[in-house]
Nanobody, 119 residues
Framework: VQLQACGGGLVQPGGSLRLSCVASGSIFRVIAMGWYRQAPGKRRELVATITSSGNTNYADSMKGRFTISGDNAKNTVYLQINSLKPEDAAVYYC??????????????WGQGTLVTVSS
């Protein structure tokens, strides 16, 4: 089982990015997926999560410019980030609560994708 995140890069302040994360391998179903971020010298923090039924949860500080969405058929979660600010620069990690077979679950992390915000 592997979570592969992509979509990071260098963006100017005010720009937008769309991150993607695909869960692959022997997965019975995805229970929930989410995005976290970690800036240099700071702790990893929650950005947002989404369940397979579409229920979303955002950290209070992330409401407004961040939008999480998912595609169950593709075991994929997306994070749209608008009006990027320098303080959004971080490694963005995806996380998945996965059911490998009925009754057997796994929490897994992707490798992270780097977002740099600079003019």
């Amino acid at each position: 089982v592997q979570l592969q995140a992509c979509g990071g890069g260098l963006v100017q302040p005010g720009g937008s990015l769309r991150l993607s994360c695909v869960a692959s391998g022997s997965i019975f179903r995805v229970i929930a997926m989410g995005w976290y971020r970690q800036a240099p010298g700071k702790r990893r923090e929650l950005v947002a999560t989404i369940t397979s039924s579409g229920n979303t949860n955002y950290a209070d500080s992330m409401k407004g410019r961040f939008t999480i969405s998912g595609d169950n058929a593709k075991n994929t979660v997306y994070l749209q980030i608008n009006s990027l600010k320098p303080e959004d620069a971080a490694v963005y990690y995806c996380n998945g609560d996965l059911e490998l077979r009925p009754g057997v679950t796994l929490n897994s992390w992707g490798q992270g994708t780097l977002v740099t915000v600079s003019s």
